[in-house]
């Protein structure tokens, strides 16, 4: 694999690093990064590792006109002993390459991408953050390079991981959220891009989640865009309602992204022997459960969400407040294990955990 020996430039005016224990999400960015080039010649060639720094990008780049651009999110933490670890970086990795497949964009080699992203953190490990609730988060992207107008897959890409040191995604912190239901906006249809983790699928969220934010709500939560009456996911995290001592949550049908966080929730409440249940959930389903006092709990899961209890869900004129605003048993007992099992304080019975 000579053609991946990674190449280094150090970074000779490293940054200050901010104060750990207020770190917003996503603020601030390491010295360094990775970068790798694509054309069609060469395949994926030169990856290198750069001090953090502005990108140089013909304007007529695809990736600017037609979005052709997938992402990625994981994170590492750091453990009691100073060690460093990832959670099942090999499931991110394996959602990068299907988002490139959705997207037309060419696959990289995951296992290459695992190891260059350990060589990153071992270059920038100072960066990994120790305060409680702190991580550095992992952003791979590819962005589509070539300087075309026609439309049509680009010829050339850049694959780059940046590093951000961050604390809790919502401004509540680990405190339940108010999320209101969508009833205008879409998110995704099914043979859409909902699945694929592609930067259109975010921006076309934003103003819905404009409107909710005015109304004091942290995000919106995704019908299905067919009916609008099925339960998608919120955008930032997958969903799960705790209803009569079981747990359901939205199957997955081609519009709502695979998490590995919801992959990993699902695991663990079998592993406990709780029930839970992957199908469609009718708003208006949870709606009777809910007036019957059957709703127990609501939370999302997501890398950069954890698990984010829901304290509230508005939908049309009802304020359906789950468990008195509060985070439940189940909530409280999965935050407890997931970020045990990822910062090395609680045994890992799945083997998520990747030492760097
Ligand atoms: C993540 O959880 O890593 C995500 O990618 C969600 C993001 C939009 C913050």
Not at 46 to 65: E, G, K, S, T
Request: charged share 25%.
């Amino acid at each position: 694999m000579s053609e991946y020996t990674i190449t280094f430039i150090k970074n000779e005016q490293p940054k200050e690093k901010p104060d750990s224990d207020h770190l917003p999400f996503g603020k601030f960015f390491t010295d360094h990064m990775f970068i790798q080039d694509y054309s069609e010649e060469k395949g994926w060639h030169n990856p290198r590792i750069v001090p953090y720094q502005p990108l140089v990008i013909d304007p007529a780049a695809m990736i600017f006109h037609y979005g052709q651009t997938i992402f990625e999110g994981l994170k590492a933490y750091r453990t009691a002993e100073g060690n460093v670890q990832l959670f099942r970086p090999d499931k991110n990795m394996e959602r990068l390459n299907r988002s490139n497949r959705r997207m037309c964009i060419p696959e990289v080699d995951e296992e290459f991408a695992i190891d260059a992203i350990k060589h990153l953190l071992h270059i920038d490990q100072e960066w990994v953050p120790s305060a409680p609730g702190t991580s550095l988060y992992i952003r791979p992207f590819i962005i589509a390079t070539e300087p075309f107008l026609g439309v049509r897959p680009s010829k050339n890409y850049q694959f780059i991981v940046i590093l951000s040191p961050v604390g809790a995604y919502y401004e509540s912190g680990i405190n339940p959220v108010k999320i209101a239901v969508e009833n205008n906006y879409v998110r995704a249809v099914k043979g859409g891009t909902g699945e694929a983790k592609t930067a259109g699928n975010y921006a076309s969220s934003l103003i819905a989640q404009e409107v909710a934010d005015k109304e004091g709500y942290a995000q919106v939560l995704w019908l299905d865009g067919l009916e609008k009456k099925y339960i998608e996911e919120v955008g930032s995290m997958n969903v799960f309602f705790k209803v009569n001592g079981k747990v359901i949550t939205p199957a997955l049908n081609g519009s709502i992204l695979e998490g590995v966080t919801r992959n990993s929730v699902i695991q663990m409440l079998k592993h406990w022997d709780i029930p839970v249940e992957e199908r469609k959930i009718s708003m208006e389903e949870l709606y009777d459960h809910y007036i019957n006092g059957e709703l127990e709990e609501a939370f999302g899961s997501g890398t950069a969400a954890v698990i984010s209890p829901i304290g509230e869900l508005a939908w049309n004129n009802e304020h359906m407040i789950i468990n008195d605003g509060k985070t439940g048993a189940i909530s409280s007992k999965l935050y407890q294990t997931l970020t045990g099992i990822q910062y090395g304080t609680v045994k890992d019975p799945f083997n998520w955990v990747v030492k760097v």
